[in-house]
């Protein structure tokens, strides 16, 4: 297991302090804010502790303060129902006294039922996509400083964006984007752990979509960029260290606000799950 693998378990391995209060840090990353996907992965871990044999299904997410990445989180969970079929939670997770983020989760009983699902877009394989490695001898010294300091870097998650030229061009696209996702080392094997992983993971390149038909990226300087609010549907079994395609595409802006969905498919086309998002993209300029 690489050392990124191993320190976003860490993070993930929330300090119980009480029956419904947990504490969570955050990475020495040097970011002057907290990754919103830290939080919603920590507020599910949360919320997940505080339920028996039942897994998320759901999760409704509302970002109001930027968190501190100086001090810890503490996550508060209410057990709002539990019933024969489906359980509840709410967790706030406050710092310096004030509410920052609060997520409400749904958990069911596995049971059968109708089935149907979106069909996987036709892209690129992980494989045909340029490596890590070789878009770092080629490709890096044309993006911006921060998706340079991004490759350049350790992480936990490798992500091949399939229309990787965007992050070097300021043309504006189709309002879609595509790219593969996994962990760079094996996780244990329980569920729950690939679920908070994927909700971690969820929050990394759904705003940026929203960017793609003005030309321009969260990483410009003129734009001022923040998440608002995020959903998660989680609807089969799948892997975090397996190749996931994040399928986005982005309907609507205005009103300095941008809206995208996702939807995430296992490399053999089986949607494992469903992303919504709005953020706030106001024109610094």
């Known amino acids: 297991m690489s050392r990124a693998v191993t320190d976003l378990l860490s993070i993930l391995d929330l300090e119980q302090l009480e029956v419904n209060l947990f504490r969570g840090q955050s990475p020495k990353?040097?970011?002057?804010?907290?990754?919103?996907?830290?939080?919603?992965?920590?507020?599910?871990?949360?919320?997940?502790?505080?339920?028996d044999g039942r897994h998320p299904h759901s999760l409704h997410c509302y970002f109001m303060l930027p968190g501190d990445p100086k001090v810890p989180i503490i996550y508060e969970v209410d057990r709002i129902r539990d019933g024969k079929s489906f359980t509840t939670r709410r967790v706030v997770a406050t710092q310096h006294g004030q509410a920052i983020f609060a997520m409400s989760a749904s958990f069911q009983v596995d049971e059968g039922g109708f089935e149907h699902q979106a069909?996987?877009?036709?892209?690129?394989?992980?494989?045909?996509?340029?490596?890590?490695?070789?878009?770092?001898?080629?490709?890096?010294?044309?993006?911006?400083?921060?998706?340079?300091?991004?490759?350049?870097?350790?992480r936990p998650l490798e992500i091949r964006p399939v229309e990787i030229e965007r992050y070097i061009s300021r043309k504006p696209g189709e309002p879609r984007f595509h790219v593969w996702i996994k962990t760079t080392g094996r996780l244990p094997d329980d569920p729950a752990i690939h679920q908070c992983v994927l909700a971690y993971a969820s929050d990394m390149t759904l705003l940026d979509t929203s960017l793609i038909p003005h030309g321009l990226t969260v990483f410009d300087p003129t734009v001022q960029a923040a998440s608002l609010d995020h959903a998660m549907w989680f609807h089969r079994p799948f892997r975090a260290d397996e190749w996931l395609l994040y399928a986005q595409d982005t309907p609507n802006a205005g009103s300095a606000r941008g809206f995208s969905r996702g939807l995430i498919f296992r490399q053999d086309g089986t949607l494992v799950a469903s992303v919504a998002q709005e953020g706030l993209i106001r024109d610094r300029s």
């Open 119 to 154: 069909e996987m877009p036709k892209v690129p394989s992980p494989d045909e996509l340029p490596s890590e490695e070789e878009v770092k001898g080629g490709l890096l010294l044309q993006m911006p400083e921060p998706m340079r300091t991004y490759y350049e870097r350790e």
């Open 29 to 51: 990353s040097g970011w002057q804010r907290v990754f919103g996907g830290q939080v919603i992965g920590q507020s599910l871990v949360a919320a997940t502790r505080t339920v």
